[in-house]
């Protein structure tokens, strides 16, 4: 399974973005797709979720302002992010688990500016 992610940058206060994060090769393995993030000299933290079955999760920092969600279609996951904080400012990390196998993409940048 390869993830690409995309849809980092730069924004201020109270705006938006949307990370998109495309899977493909053994796809049809993968149970859970969502996203992590790592702020500088902090843990990586769980953002969200979107299970197979079309369950979700948000972690509570992010409840209200961030939607996962997904295009089997293009086999795709989104975090659509309103409301950014300075807090929010992290590497975001897109993840796909499969059975023994967790596949990370490559991180991409959010920085939210005061």
């Known amino acids: 399974v390869q993830l690409q992610a995309s849809g980092g940058g730069l924004v201020q206060v109270g705006g938006s973005l949307r990370l998109s994060c495309a899977a493909s090769g053994s796809i049809f393995s993968i149970s859970v797709m969502g996203w992590y993030r790592q702020a500088p000299g902090r843990q990586r933290e769980l953002v969200a979720t979107f299970t197979r079955e079309g369950s979700t999760y948000s972690a509570d920092s992010v409840k209200g302002r961030f939607t996962i969600s997904r295009d089997n279609a293009k086999n795709t996951v989104y975090l659509q992010m309103t409301s950014l904080k300075p807090e929010d400012t992290a590497v975001y990390y897109c993840?796909?688990?499969?059975?023994?196998?967790?596949?990370w993409g490559q991180g991409t940048q959010v920085t939210v500016s005061s």
């Open positions: 993840v796909a688990l499969a059975p023994n196998r967790t596949y």
